[in-house]
């Protein structure tokens, strides 16, 4: 059961453009995500992550949005770049605090065409 | 910084061998490490979670005798993949937690491909 999806496999975006993942959840006691970038062959590099309590964080380029209702995150990339090519990840946890486990997604292939 | 290793990055192994595969935090101390195993174009799945100085708890369906874990101090845990076969062959990562972060965010290893042959 894959209580995170990520129904894009991959998606293609012009450099300069703004690029949108998407990420649904089933449980509804996920209070706490994260989105990790990955290159081939690498471990994940944590980008950015929100607490339910919020329905948006900011980082630079990298903003994450949270709907709860629909139990539904983004990654807005503004503007993408060539080196934002990778394989991201949503992940999930029932807490923020603790040693709480995380639930990853599938992930999305992002591919900025120069 | 919070920079998480692993040693070593690469295995080839005979199949029944054993291999130790090291997760070390450089920067920071970590009483949280996770062991992960991704399969080719799949989601990372978490085997289990390592605290330092008690036993390791593991994630349904993964054998603990299998693949033993030691997180002996603070900034290192151990995955041992014992009598190992070809179906073990997979790339394994490990997290980190930092002591007292209030966040949930977990720093990742590099990884380590295994291959059984």
């Known amino acids: 059961d894959q209580q995170v999806k990520q129904n894009s496999p991959s998606l293609s975006v012009q450099e300069g453009r703004i690029s949108i993942l998407n990420c649904d959840y089933t449980?509804?006691?996920?209070?706490?995500f994260l989105w990790y970038k990955k290159y081939p062959a690498e471990g994940p590099t944590f980008l950015i992550s929100?607490?339910?309590?919020?329905d948006k964080n900011e980082d630079g380029r990298f903003t994450v949005f949270l709907n709860k209702s629909a139990k539904h995150l983004s990654l807005h990339i503004v503007p993408s770049q060539p080196g934002d090519s990778a394989v991201y990840f949503c992940?999930?946890?029932?807490?923020?605090?603790?040693?709480?486990?995380?639930?990853f997604g599938t992930g999305t292939r992002l591919t900025i065409i120069p | 910084g919070a920079v998480v290793s692993q040693h070593p990055s690469r295995v080839i192994c005979k199949s029944g061998t054993s291999v130790k595969i090291e997760c070390r935090s450089l920067d920071f101390q970590a009483t949280t490490m996770f062991w992960y195993r991704q399969f080719p174009k799949q989601s990372l799945m978490l085997m289990a979670t390592s605290n330092e100085g008690s036993k390791a708890t593991y994630e349904q369906g993964v054998e603990k005798d299998k693949f033993l874990i030691n997180h002996a101090s603070l900034t290192l845990s151990t995955l041992t993949v014992t009598s190992a076969h070809p179906e073990d062959s997979s790339f394994y990562i490990c997290s980190a937690r930092k002591a007292w972060d209030r966040g949930n965010e977990q720093f990742f290893g590099p990884g380590t491909r295994l291959t059984v042959l």
């Open positions: 449980n509804s006691m996920f209070d706490y």
């Open positions: 929100i607490s339910s309590i919020k």
């Open positions: 992940a999930a946890s029932l807490s923020s605090f603790g040693n709480e486990k995380l639930t």
